[in-house]
């Protein structure tokens, strides 16, 4: 499968826990058997620039060739992120074999009064 045929779809889901604290979980949906899930981590992907009022997360993925059955599945990793307060969103991208293969976006949640 060459990289242009990866097209992820991609949820993300931000709880803010405590202080700068926030629990993020990505969500993607895979299409095949052949996807091999790796790392959730905080930062861009390979190759891309960012704005300073975003946070990045990329959630890496191998791609493995051969004869893949069709299997839609979720795959979900979650991690505990600092957000500063200057920060307004948060971005988190599927990244397949280096190449970015999807991405979601969402609001930092305001933090609860105590």
């Known amino acids: 499968m060459s990289k242009a045929q990866h097209n992820l779809n991609v949820e993300l889901a931000l709880t803010w826990e405590h202080g700068d604290e926030y629990m993020a979980t990505v969500t993607v949906t895979t299409i095949d058997s052949c996807y091999r899930a790796g790392e959730l981590e905080v930062g861009l992907p390979p190759h891309k620039e960012g704005a300073g009022l975003v946070e990045y997360l ?3 993925f191998t791609h493995e060739g051969g004869l893949c ?7 979900s ?7 500063p307060s200057v920060k307004r969103e948060v971005t988190a991208y599927a990244v397949v074999n280096g190449h970015v293969a ?6 930092v949640p305001r933090k609860k009064a105590a």
């Open 77 to 83: 990793k979650s991690i505990m992120v600092t957000i």
């Open 58 to 60: 990329s959630f890496y």
């Open 102 to 107: 999807g991405e979601a976006g969402a609001p």
């Open 69 to 75: 059955g069709q299997s839609v599945r979720d795959v």
